[in-house]
């Protein structure tokens, strides 16, 4: 089954090992990163009951059939559907009372949309380093910086270095895997913060059987076509707290209240409601969320086998009290030396360009792009170090197909 490994495996090497779960690819037949899947679902119907009956906007039955769903699997009490992922956050974030000119933590490794959605409250992302083995927020560096920076004046948080309020945490679950959120929150609890969990990624992951977003405040999950299940596109408040879920509901359908015929709204404010073809063919995904779940297993459990005598490099796994959804399969250059390890994720990415296989680098850290670069923060070595050390490899649940007769699990 294995190639025979030559003592210093190359990026080929690399690549032959990942082709196993991929397949063939071609300069027209490109291996995505993580592409959606309809064919088999009730995607087709459910769509197009939105059409022939002509609801297609902000109201029609499949919103809160969906919204039913998605507390159904994760087990919030309340689940609110929006347009997308980043809009969810900016909403938890108002909520909260996220103001203009307060600081939010967060970690620099995320994608970019956690820090949007604070900058389009006005408020300012202050980074916290990562701890490298779920790659999440670290809770002692976390504890560290606020010791260092913080003061709390008349029962409310400020940094003492630039004078502003600091009002919440938002801790990320990367890939899928969840972070430390519960030593998260207590550091949280301590310092007398909000938290608004960012699970963009996690729909399906658990940490002691308990769905990721629902430990802090509220949490988002986002279904873009690249996450485990889409809406095409769209995101979701969850929370178990049922004033944040009913002023969510409020604000993000123009503030308008219930009346037969008249139109008055009591403040300003968002048009953020998810529409309703959108919910009807979230209602098909989420369907099938248990098999994709079975088959992302399998996928990151071959590539786990694919890479288990390798010495460079190893495949990131969940902790063992979190049950991850493994939405992207991620691959950590092991050399001690990080310059080694850049060269060889290098080395692998430039290659599987050439070959048409999708791969991808962490995101670029969030405090190195021209709009952060001023931000506050820690200490980001681990982020740094992570980011040069790691890539993300094809993860689509039908990938499962390739894996053939081979017992894995
Ligand atoms: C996808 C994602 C989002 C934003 O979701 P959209 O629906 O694309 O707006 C936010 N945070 C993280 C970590 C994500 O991966």
Known sequence: MKPNLPMQITALDILSLIREVTGPSSNTNVIPLHEPCFQGTNA????????????????????????????????AEHAIAVTNGTNALRLALYVVGVQPDHEVLMPS?????????????????????????????????????????????????????????????????????????????????????????DSAEALGSFKNGI??????????????????ITTGGGGVVITDNADYAKRIRHISCTAKVYHPWQFIHDEIGWNDRMPNINAALGCSQIEILDTKLHQKRL??????????NIEQCEIIQPTSDSFSNNWLVALRMCSANVNVAHKLSNDILAAAYDQGLQLRPLWTPLHL????????RSSLCNTIEQASRIINLPSSPQLYKNLGHTHIL
């Open 44 to 75: 087709f119907s459910y769509v197009q009951d939105c059409l022939e009956s002509g609801w297609v906007s902000t109201s029609g039955k499949w919103v809160s059939e969906f919204e039913g769903l998605v507390a159904n699997v994760t087990h």
């Open 211 to 228: 769905h990721c977003g629902l430990f802090g405040d509220l949490g988002i999950l986002s279904f873009n076509g690249n996450k485990i």
């Open 369 to 376: 792009l021209a709009m952060y670069q001023n931000c506050p």
């Open 299 to 308: 996928i990151h459990a071959f590539y786990k086998k694919q890479f288990a």
């Open 109 to 197: 490794l995320s994608f970019v949309a956690t820090a949007n959605a604070t900058s389009h409250l006005g408020a300012i992302p202050h980074f916290i380093d990562i701890e490298p083995n779920t790659l999440g927020m670290d809770p002692l560096i976390l504890d560290a910086r606020l010791t260092e920076i913080a003061e709390f004046r008349g029962g409310f948080l400020f940094n003492k270095e630039t004078g502003r309020r600091i009002s919440c945490i938002v801790p990320v679950h990367i890939f899928g895997n969840p972070a430390e959120i519960i030593s998260i929150c207590k550091v949280a609890a301590k310092w007398n913060l909000k938290v608004v969990e």
